[in-house]
């Protein structure tokens, strides 16, 4: 049995045992054995984090209150079942998992078992407190803290990461198959690493620009991004990821941009999670970047309409950051072009170009400000208001608010976002055709059914 027939062979029964457990947690409990599992005791003999309930700064995610009743959940990544509860489910969740886990995989000795046969349900992991309740657990790579409500790098994880950067940091060829392994293992720690999402186009773009090289050359672009991810690493410690940036959640605000030939604009509104009072911004392009887009008239123009969305999306996060009066939390933001929305989604493009500039730039915001942005695709006739911002730039300031709370009413009235002097220069240095880069301050599994992580508990502290 080789990888490509692993994953649907493990999951088609882990994933019967996970249904089986969370059925029985939530309509009949009592249709499992009820009879106490050998493990279950022998699984909880440790000395483990138990905080009982949040940290005062714990990240939580913003919504309607939470349901009354304490959470218990079971979850499954090939082999490696995941337990999620609150006190006082934490003992009823263990039995049903591990009984769950008996009842699909025969964990009883038959007569014609080989001796070579192992048990199903690995003792020596659990004895070594992998099954323990714990508010804080390493699950599939990461430490997840439930009670601070963050996740991040292990120790030994965060110094690997530290040697890749700083051993590729000091040379200036490497080898294809290296590169590729470099970008793998950081496709991997970004998740727990604020901000490195938007890190990647400029090092793919070197696969793109070499497609049959084996041998590549880091050149100046790639050196400054890999002092990105130094300047990352180093403070990430400081930074911990919450995690429910990782996932979409209730906006605290939400918005849209756009962008003309002239300029861009946008507005924000704030919702129940939020205080950012109803703005709007508006941004002229320069000269020498209006000259640039490409068009029927000039069709040798170095930049595209969705070049100036993508900018929309990243300089009206950079202008809400500025004027908002709280944190922020999540961010939901809008926009008519499909291009702009999918390379903020991906966090990545595959050409060093203005985009992966921008996106250099949105890695820089997201990393010093605590906020998880959520570009979504808007039809361009519901675009309306921000449409209207992008292309007012014969208004003053006072009669675009006039124009804007006579056909757009709102209450309270619409403010102006007035850019600082730093927005507009990133602003300009990205699109600009030299742009310039300043720093930032598997294994295979076994032919047989051994369950080898069998039980990651993790505990939810109360709310």
């Known amino acids: 049995m080789g990888w490509c027939q692993s994953p649907p062979f493990f999951c088609a029964f882990t994933e019967t045992a996970a249904d089986s457990a969370n059925m029985a947690l939530n309509t009949r409990p009592q249709h499992l054995a009820t009879k106490q599992h050998p493990l279950e005791a022998t699984s909880q003999n440790h000395i483990v984090p138990m905080e009982?309930?949040?940290h005062p700064n714990a990240h939580l995610p913003p919504g309607p209150p939470p349901s009354k009743d304490p959470l218990a959940y079971v979850d499954f990544y090939m082999d490696d079942f995941i337990g999620l509860a609150q006190r006082p489910r934490l003992t009823q969740t263990l039995h049903v998992l591990l009984n769950s886990i008996d009842l699909v995989f025969r964990g009883v000795p038959h007569p014609d078992d080989k001796p070579s046969r192992k048990q199903i349900i690995s003792a020596s992991k659990l004895a070594a407190g992998e099954g323990a309740w714990s508010t804080s657990k390493s699950i599939l790579g990461w430490l997840v803290d439930t009670a601070r409500g963050t996740i991040h790098l292990p120790a030994h994880k965060a110094a690997r990461?530290?040697?890749?950067?700083?051993?590729?940091?000091?040379k200036k060829r490497t080898s294809c198959k290296r590169w590729y392994s470099l970008l793998g293992e950081l496709r991997h720690f970004s998740y727990a690493i604020r901000g490195a999402t938007y890190l990647f186009s400029i090092l793919h773009s070197l696969l793109t620009d070499n497609p049959t090289?084996?041998?590549l050359r880091l050149h100046p672009h790639i050196q400054a991004t890999l002092c990105?991810?130094?300047?990352l690493t180093t403070h990430m410690a400081d930074n911990p990821v919450p995690i429910t940036s990782l996932m979409p959640c209730a906006p605290s605000t939400i918005g849209c941009v756009d962008a003309s030939g002239e300029g861009i604009g946008g507005f924000w509104l704030p919702t129940c999670y939020g205080s950012t009072p109803p703005t709007v911004f508006h941004?002229?392009?320069?000269?020498h970047i209006k000259t640039q887009l490409v068009s029927a008239a000039n069709p040798t123009g170095q930049l595209t309409n969705s070049n100036f969305e993508l900018a929309a999306l990243v300089a009206g996060t950079a202008m809400?950051?500025?004027h908002s009066p709280t944190h922020?939390?999540?961010?939901?933001?809008?926009?008519?072009?499909?291009?702009?929305?999918?390379w903020c989604q991906r966090g990545s493009t595959s050409s060093m170009g203005p985009n992966a500039h921008l996106l250099r730039w949105l890695a820089k915001l997201t990393q010093d400000q605590e906020i998880s942005l959520h570009a979504h695709t808007v039809p361009g006739s519901s675009n309306t208001l921000a449409d209207f911002c992008s292309r007012s730039f014969h208004l003053q300031d006072s009669d675009f608010l006039q124009a804007l709370n006579t056909h757009f009413p709102i209450a309270p009235s619409w403010t102006l976002a007035q850019p600082t002097p730093d927005i507009l220069w990133r602003m300009t240095s990205t699109l600009s055709p030299r742009c310039c880069l300043g720093s930032l301050s598997p294994t295979s599994h076994r032919n047989r059914l051994h369950l080898e992580n069998v039980?990651?508990?993790l505990l939810i502290p109360a709310h």
């Open 283 to 287: 941004l002229a392009f320069p000269p």
């Open 213 to 215: 090289a084996s041998r």
């Open 328 to 342: 922020l939390g999540s961010v939901w933001f809008g926009s008519d072009n499909v291009a702009a929305v999918s």
């Open 52 to 54: 009982p309930t949040y």
């Open 320 to 322: 809400l950051i500025q």
């Open 228 to 231: 990105d991810w130094h300047h």
């Open 455 to 457: 039980a990651i508990i």
């Open 161 to 170: 990461l530290n040697k890749l950067i700083q051993e590729f940091t000091h």
